[in-house]
């Protein structure tokens, strides 16, 4: 082991946890419960409800219907706020998953007590209630548009020894994330803001208060042309200003002179267009494409 790591005690030996008495360090395939809440999540897509409960969490934090903003690595988003990501995050779990909200941790999967655990940084801040349970850690990189989670027992002989603080919290070994986890899923890509694929003087110019919202959806589309537009961007670039939705579908005309059609997620045969371009949109939306000639849309 590397010289400064935790010297750790390993499966079959007795964990140091002063507080709920004596039991045995359980490897994971020897841990009934870890074995009964991978069961219960095997039916599900983790990765993507975790990428869908992520990006929901980012657009919260960022609030970009009211404050503009859209990039969570800016300059005048406070750390603070970043933090904030992992304890919204639990609420979009459970909701993800239709987990209950459930004591004596965050909720309960197949009748096991689990803490949901997220870190924007490197690790994660284990309260006392949940050492030596188990928690699904996940770890997000926004600057690298990726996360992971584990599924971990986080046993007290396997965290760090902390500083004493009152409320207990400590870190978690990495060697017993990389030794005594189950990963959940590897490595897996964020959803892009295509705010953040325009150039510093276009983002300007579209977020701009003025000219009006047509005339800055219409830049909006024109530079991010065939990139999808969620409705959460729509509400960015509008933001503070009344009904944008209605603004951006005004703008259909405009666009045409330039040769682009304006396709929206809500109707049917418009996602059918899109998909003939490769393109999956979602019922809520919208991209700006050059169709062939003789394709034709409604709405």
């Known amino acids: 082991?590397?010289?400064?790591?935790?010297?750790?005690?390993?499966?079959?030996?007795?964990?140091?946890?002063?507080?709920?008495?004596?039991?045995?360090?359980?490897?994971?395939?020897?841990?009934?419960?870890?074995?009964?809440?991978?069961?219960?999540?095997?039916?599900?897509?983790?990765?993507?409800?975790?990428?869908?409960?992520?990006?929901?969490?980012?657009?919260y934090v960022l609030d970009g219907a009211r404050t503009g903003r859209y990039d969570l690595m800016a300059a005048d988003v406070h750390p603070g706020e970043?933090?904030?990501?992992?304890?919204?995050?639990?609420?979009?779990v459970l909701r993800s998953f239709n987990l209950p909200k459930a004591r004596p941790l965050d909720t309960r999967i197949a009748k096991v007590p689990v803490d949901i655990k997220a870190t924007v940084g490197s690790n994660?801040?284990?309260?006392?209630?949940?050492?030596?349970?188990?928690?699904?850690?996940?770890?997000v990189q926004i600057g690298r548009?990726?996360?992971?989670?584990?599924?971990?027992?986080?046993?007290?002989?396997?965290?760090?020894?902390?500083?004493?603080?009152?409320?207990?919290?400590?870190?978690?070994?990495?060697?017993?994330?990389?030794?005594?986890?189950?990963?959940?899923y590897d490595w897996t890509p964020l959803p892009v803001n295509p705010l953040t694929l325009l150039t510093e003087e276009q983002a300007g110019r579209v977020l701009a208060k003025l000219p009006g919202q047509e005339q800055r959806f219409g830049m909006l589309f024109r530079y991010l042309e065939g990139h999808v537009i969620p409705r959460s961007v729509m509400a960015t670039v509008g933001a503070g200003r009344h009904d944008p939705l209605?603004?951006?579908?005004?703008?259909?005309?405009?666009?045409?002179?330039?040769?682009?059609?304006?396709?929206?997620g809500k109707w049917r045969?418009?996602?059918?267009?899109?998909?003939?371009?490769?393109?999956?949109?979602?019922?809520?939306d919208w991209v700006a494409l050059r169709l062939e000639e003789g394709q034709t849309h409604d709405g």
């Not at 045995?24 to 409960?53: K, M, N, R």
């Not at 209605?246 to 929206?264: F, H, P, V, Y």
């Open 1 to 59: 082991m590397s010289k400064g790591r935790l010297a750790l005690q390993g499966p079959g030996e007795i964990c140091t946890n002063d507080r709920d008495g004596e039991h045995i360090l359980l490897a994971p395939a020897d841990d009934g419960e870890v074995q009964a809440v991978l069961a219960w999540l095997q039916p599900f897509d983790v990765a993507g409800l975790y990428t869908s409960a992520i990006a929901n969490s980012i657009d």
């Open 82 to 92: 970043k933090a904030s990501v992992g304890a919204k995050l639990e609420y979009e």
């Open 124 to 139: 994660w801040s284990i309260p006392s209630e949940a050492h030596c349970h188990l928690c699904i850690c996940t770890q």
């Open 145 to 184: 548009g990726r996360h992971r989670s584990w599924l971990v027992r986080a046993h007290r002989s396997w965290l760090y020894r902390g500083s004493g603080n009152r409320d207990g919290k400590r870190g978690l070994a990495a060697d017993a994330r990389d030794q005594w986890s189950v990963p959940l």
């Open 246 to 264: 209605r603004r951006a579908r005004n703008i259909r005309k405009q666009l045409a002179q330039d040769g682009l059609t304006l396709l929206c």
């Open 269 to 284: 045969e418009q996602q059918d267009l899109a998909a003939a371009h490769k393109i999956t949109l979602g019922p809520e």
